[in-house]
């Protein structure tokens, strides 16, 4: 059973609550780990790294923009209007931004990667191979790091598998390319649906990526199959030492399809997830925690902890900090600014603000929830000058495109009154 949803508009606006400060993992940064630098890797279909030899660039590239460290809450500043970024793309599903003023998006179904230049014009920039589209496969998560060359790391569907690749970036602003694409991990479980497939570089330099069950409930709470996890890789693929299973990518399981990831302003790390047919959750990511799928979907099931508790033993599960009842959310992208998180819902054709305070409650507000402009939110991220990207996803067949879509559209942010 599919659960990107098709579309559907709750009626209210609603507020979710649950008692329990965030579980914030402290990270310590690896030395020589923001950086690619001289070597790439390979992987065997067990997502085993080998070093290889690096493209020979040594201009630098192009960066990520920098997250804030401020810790000041934020919100959808009053009667925000979203106003375009860019028009005509083609089912995205991922947005990086650049510090040169571009941005990278996916496009999941063709494979391709296109530029928006910072004056919202669209060009290709190369076309992946191998990428298989069925249902929600394909081109799915981007992340870029910085370096010489800096890379481009994409989340994609083949044959075979879902498996993370890179490319060193080429050119410059307004005529970028991609270099040779290299596997970084491979052998994840792929499916039409249930694929995962966000990427992001943590706070602590590695790699992380959310992996969906690929329709195999089992393969969730088994501790040696990469599907329903959230996986945690240094740059080139391998697996840190300080990973809570030794000798495994995995960070955390009991996951069903998660395509969100994002790390609140005091380092503490978040993960979205779509739920079966109850309970959509924003989990709080704790090292080697249990979520419970498939015995568990959202909380107050016998067995689970609480929010801020640890998985414990065998059979205990890690409770959702929030929830929405599934054609209340289907939620995607994940982004922070400062201490506020921001979600991005499909079915619910709606935007989550939440705010996640050091201690205490994490509240939730939905914003733009029935907006006919939008539709369904694929992912969303901090934009330029106190701004909030939002991207659309109307194309794809599940959600009725307007005049434009899909966008990116720019919403404007103010300090939490």
Same mark, same amino acid.
């Given at each position: 059973?599919?659960? !990107?949803?098709?579309?559907?508009?709750?009626?209210?606006?609603?507020?979710?609550?649950?008692?329990?400060?965030?579980?914030?993992?402290?990270?310590?940064?690896?030395?020589?780990?923001?950086?690619?630098?001289?070597?790439?890797?390979?992987?065997?279909?067990?997502?085993?790294?080998?070093?290889?030899? /690096?493209?020979?660039?040594?201009?630098?590239?192009?960066?990520?923009? /920098?997250?804030?460290?401020?810790?000041?809450?934020? @919100?959808?500043? !009053?009667?925000?209007?979203?106003?375009?970024?860019?028009?005509?793309?083609?089912?995205?599903?991922?947005?990086?931004?650049?510090?040169? +003023?571009?941005?990278?998006?996916?496009?999941?179904?063709?494979?391709?990667?296109?530029?928006?230049?910072?004056?919202? /014009?669209? #060009?290709?920039?190369?076309?992946?191979?191998?990428?298989?589209?069925?249902?929600?496969?394909?081109?799915?998560?981007?992340?870029?790091?910085?370096?010489?060359?800096?890379?481009?790391?994409?989340?994609?569907?083949?044959? !075979?598998?879902?498996?993370?690749?890179?490319?060193?970036?080429?050119?410059?602003?307004?005529?970028?390319?991609?270099?040779?694409?290299?596997? %970084?991990?491979?052998?994840?479980?792929? /499916?039409?649906?249930?694929?995962?497939? #966000?990427i992001a570089f943590g706070?602590?330099?590695?790699?992380?990526?959310?992996? *969906?069950?690929?329709?195999?409930?089992?393969?969730?709470?088994?501790?040696? &199959?990469?599907?329903?996890?959230?996986? $945690?890789?240094?740059?080139?693929?391998?697996?840190?030492?300080?990973?809570?299973?030794?000798?495994?990518?995995?960070?955390?399981?009991?996951?069903?399809?998660?395509?969100?990831?994002?790390?609140?302003?005091? +380092?503490?790390?978040?993960?979205?997830?779509?739920?079966? !047919?109850?309970w959509d959750e924003l989990?709080?990511?704790?090292?080697?925690?249990?979520?419970?799928?498939?015995?568990?979907?959202? =909380?107050?099931?016998?067995?689970?902890? *609480?929010?801020?508790?640890?998985?414990?033993?065998?059979? #205990?599960?890690?409770?959702?900090?929030?929830?929405?009842?599934?054609?209340?959310? &289907?939620?995607? +992208?994940?982004?922070?600014?400062?201490?506020?998180?921001?979600?991005?819902?499909?079915?619910?054709?709606?935007?989550?603000?939440?705010?996640?305070?050091?201690?205490?409650?994490?509240? &939730?507000?939905? $914003?733009? &929830?029935?907006?006919?402009?939008?539709? #369904?939110? =694929?992912?969303?991220?901090?934009?330029?000058?106190?701004?909030?990207?939002?991207?659309?996803?109307?194309?794809?067949? @599940?959600?009725?495109? $307007?005049?434009?879509?899909?966008?990116? %559209?720019?919403?404007?942010?103010?300090?939490?009154?």
């Amino acid at each position: 059973m599919t659960r !990107d949803r098709p579309r559907h508009r709750p009626a209210r606006r609603t507020r979710a609550v649950v008692a329990g400060a965030a579980v914030t993992t402290a990270l310590a940064l690896l030395a020589g780990c923001t950086g690619a630098g001289t070597s790439t890797s390979s992987t065997s279909s067990s997502g085993a790294a080998s070093d290889a030899a /690096a493209p020979v660039e040594t201009t630098p590239g192009p960066g990520p923009v /920098a997250p804030t460290t401020d810790t000041a809450a934020v @919100r959808v500043a !009053d009667d925000a209007e979203p106003t375009d970024v860019a028009t005509g793309l083609e089912a995205p599903w991922s947005v990086v931004r650049l510090d040169s +003023g571009s941005s990278f998006v996916s496009l999941r179904d063709s494979g391709r990667v296109v530029e928006i230049g910072d004056d919202g /014009a669209v #060009r290709d920039v190369a076309t992946i191979d191998g990428v298989v589209h069925q249902g929600e496969s394909g081109l799915l998560g981007l992340a870029v790091l910085a370096g010489s060359p800096s890379y481009l790391y994409a989340y994609l569907t083949t044959a !075979d598998d879902n498996r993370i690749v890179r490319a060193a970036i080429t050119g410059a602003a307004g005529s970028y390319g991609l270099g040779p694409v290299e596997d %970084v991990f491979t052998g994840i479980p792929a /499916a039409s649906n249930h694929d995962g497939g #966000r990427i992001a570089f943590g706070p602590d330099g590695m790699l992380w990526a959310t992996t *969906g069950d690929a329709s195999d409930d089992d393969a969730s709470q088994d501790e040696t &199959s990469l599907g329903g996890k959230v996986l $945690r890789l240094s740059p080139t693929g391998a697996v840190p030492s300080d990973n809570p299973m030794p000798g495994s990518p995995v960070w955390s399981l009991g996951h069903r399809n998660p395509q969100g990831i994002a790390w609140d302003a005091w +380092g503490g790390g978040w993960v979205a997830e779509f739920g079966q !047919d109850t309970w959509d959750e924003l989990n709080s990511l704790a090292p080697g925690a249990n979520y419970g799928w498939p015995e568990v979907e959202g =909380r107050g099931t016998s067995g689970s902890t *609480g929010p801020s508790g640890s998985s414990g033993s065998a059979g #205990r599960f890690l409770e959702p900090v929030l929830q929405w009842r599934t054609d209340q959310a &289907s939620p995607s +992208g994940l982004t922070a600014v400062g201490s506020t998180l921001f979600l991005a819902g499909l079915g619910g054709e709606v935007l989550f603000e939440i705010q996640v305070p050091e201690a205490g409650e994490a509240t &939730s507000t939905e $914003r733009f &929830s029935g907006d006919e402009s939008l539709g #369904r939110i =694929r992912d969303v991220l901090p934009g330029p000058d106190g701004t909030l990207w939002l991207l659309t996803n109307n194309t794809d067949g @599940r959600g009725d495109a $307007r005049q434009g879509d899909d966008r990116i %559209v720019s919403v404007p942010l103010q300090p939490l009154d």
